[in-house]
């Protein structure tokens, strides 16, 4: 069951080709692929795309019938690939590929084309490739509408059975999920302007390269070409399947105008409710989110972790790096009793860590957490935000690693395992104006740790005053637990740091939190 989320109600920009006119082939009905081939490189990609950054921003769209266009959610859904028609099934390769319909708010084709040996024919959008259900058209569904996108199959959870690995569906938008796990967050080529009072720009890929996979491949090639009114660029992803699926990620930009606020490997995901925020309507689930936190591992050495929440307005955090090592949104909470949702299997969901390659050098790690009233739409954004951007014409090169699943490096010290928010002040005397921080620490030489004495906490609050600071074991296997009072003061946000230390050694990352009221 795919849960409809703010990706998809925003992901109709996703891709028109414009591959015509530069020597690829029309669609036809002959066959699944078309006769014409074209020449594939990864340079040719780039240059294509560095090409386009030089003429104006094209973007129209050929018109959807009506009856395709105003598909509901429920009739969308009911128009299913046939998985026996998959590309590759018959030569029974290690992955095989299958494709999504237009409709709904999937409103702008993309062409796809099967790379092999070095050559590219587009795969050839037919209406017998698709079971439509209970949909019943007036009309003919045309055989030239084209596809929306497409998902990746191959046996991650067992050797028989070729599971959805990775889909890439609406604007840049794409999502994957490690071995035993259910979709969750999603990623993106690019973010542009996002959260700006002018509105955010949705960059989308036009085009899609599948490397064929050789027999007993264990990775698998997706080139995209990415246009927007701002910026072009030639994505290339080599994807690795496993107990966390890898996907080495490297991109050529080139922007067509000065960008204002320029997302890298943006990161978007969906928090409602969890310790830090409460349910706004009846809910029998103690928590509904897709990610817990974000986590950030500093140039220092330093990790940051930053619970998320659902705010009552628009918060946007940025935590600045000279060079960063790497930053994710994180579902650390893995136990089905924190969210009783035997259909959804929040517990399930992946993380997604970026670990940057080249080209990012410094910048800031940029967090937006977005009111929602539903967890139908993603209200969670992180990206990297390079210190400087680019200058239009300017070429830029980066290259970076996504982990779906868990995260490949862990902090040595001791992690934040919970945090939960409350009144202040005592059992029995709370005190008005007080809000009460309760922040379990699990892991490393913390666990160790016999006495509370030993343990120092250190607060640190931009605005507003803390009082009532204890230390308490935890039960069970091992762990602390830090309790303090916060006063608010001023209507600015305010930011708060904390983490316990023996001695001069830090025991805990930095816990980190935004109070905005």
């Known amino acids: 069951m795919v849960r409809r989320t703010r990706r998809q109600v925003l992901s109709g920009s996703a891709a028109l080709a414009f591959a015509a006119g530069l020597g690829f082939p029309t669609l036809a009905r002959a066959a699944r692929l078309g006769t014409k081939t074209q020449p594939f490189s990864r340079q040719w990609l780039v240059d294509l795309a560095a090409a386009a950054a030089k003429k104006p921003f094209d973007a129209t769209a050929p018109k959807l019938p009506g009856f395709i266009e105003k598909l509901d959610y429920d009739a969308y859904r009911d128009v299913r690939f046939r998985a026996n028609q998959a590309l590759w099934r018959e030569q029974n390769l290690p992955f095989t590929t299958q494709f999504f319909h237009l409709g709904s708010v999937y409103k702008r084709p993309v062409h796809i084309y ?206 600045a790096e000279p060079n960063v090592r790497g930053f994710g949104l994180l579902q650390r909470s893995r136990d089905f009793r924190d969210y009783q949702d035997l259909e959804a299997h929040y517990e399930r969901r992946p993380s997604l860590w970026v670990e940057p390659v080249q ?71 709370p005190a008005d104006g007080l809000h009460k921080f309760v922040i379990d620490f699990r892991g490393g030489a913390l666990d160790k740790i016999a006495e509370a004495k030993q343990i120092e906490p250190v607060i640190t609050v931009s605005e507003g005053k803390t009082a009532n600071i204890s230390v308490m074991r935890l039960p069970g296997p091992g762990g602390w637990r830090l309790y303090f009072d916060f006063r608010p003061e001023g209507l600015r946000p305010q930011e708060l740091r904390a983490f316990l230390k023996h001695g001069a050694e830090a025991l805990t990352e930095i816990w980190s939190f935004q109070w905005s009221g």
Do not use: C
Request: glycine share 10%; aromatic share 12%.
């Open 359 to 429: 080209g990012f050098g410094g910048g800031a790690v940029w967090l937006m957490e977005i009111p929602t009233e539903s967890e139908i739409n993603d209200n969670i954004v992180a990206f990297f935000m390079p210190a400087k951007p680019p200058e239009p014409g300017q070429r830029v090169d980066l290259s970076y690693r996504l982990h779906w699943g868990e995260p490949p490096h862990r902090p040595a010290h001791a992690a934040v395992a919970a945090t939960r928010l409350g009144r202040g002040g005592f059992a029995g005397r």
């Open 114 to 319: 099967e790379v092999a040996d070095g050559v590219a024919r587009e795969v050839l959008y037919e209406t017998s490739l698709f079971d439509y259900g209970k949909n019943r058209f007036d009309e003919p569904v045309p055989e030239t509408l084209g596809f929306a996108g497409f998902r990746l199959h191959h046996p991650l959870n067992r050797p028989d059975y070729h599971d959805e690995l990775v889909a890439f569906l609406g604007a840049s938008y794409f999502r994957s999920l490690g071995r035993g796990q259910i979709y969750g967050l999603s990623a993106r080529g690019l973010a542009i302007d996002t959260g700006l009072p002018t509105g955010e720009e949705f960059p989308f890929f036009r085009d899609f390269f599948i490397e064929r996979p050789r027999p007993g491949a264990t990775q698998i090639l997706v080139h995209a070409l990415l246009d927007s009114r701002s910026i072009t660029g030639a994505y290339s992803l080599a994807i690795t399947p496993g107990k966390s699926t890898m996907m080495d990620v490297t991109t050529t930009l080139f922007p067509r105008r000065k960008v204002e606020r320029l997302g890298l490997a943006p990161l978007t995901s969906m928090f409602l409710h969890g310790n830090t925020t409460q349910p706004r309507t009846e809910d029998f689930r103690p928590s509904v989110h897709d990610s817990d936190g974000l986590s950030v591992w500093g140039s220092s050495g330093e990790w940051l972790w930053r619970p998320l929440a659902n705010p009552k307005r628009l918060r946007l955090s940025v935590f």
